[in-house]
């Protein structure tokens, strides 16, 4: 977790701070496995028609990993820019 989401709250009991941090931390935990879940459930649905075999076929499978690959460059696109805009350095797209 990332400290300096905590910086307000130094005035708190040291007993505080670790049921905010753990707090924090499930929130984390299950923000990915929505994120994760989502993802899955997005590109299982657009990419696999039907259920013709055990395992996808070349097509299949070439559209899920395009799919989770868009997916994973969109949210480090979106993370970056998140980090730029925290640190007041946002650059015009």
Request: net charge negative; aromatic share 6%; hydrophobic share 35%.
């Amino acid at each position: 977790m990332d400290k300096s989401m905590l910086g307000d709250l130094d005035s708190l009991p040291e007993e505080d701070k670790l049921r905010m941090s753990a707090m924090v931390d499930q929130l984390q935990i299950r923000d990915s496995l929505r994120m994760y879940n989502s993802v899955v459930e997005r590109c299982f649905n657009d990419c696999v028609d039907t259920f013709r075999r055990k395992s996808l076929d070349k097509q299949e499978e070439t559209c899920v990993r395009r799919c989770a690959e868009k997916f994973l460059k969109h949210s480090m696109r979106v993370g970056m820019r998140f980090a730029e805009l925290n640190q007041g350095t946002a650059t015009p797209d």
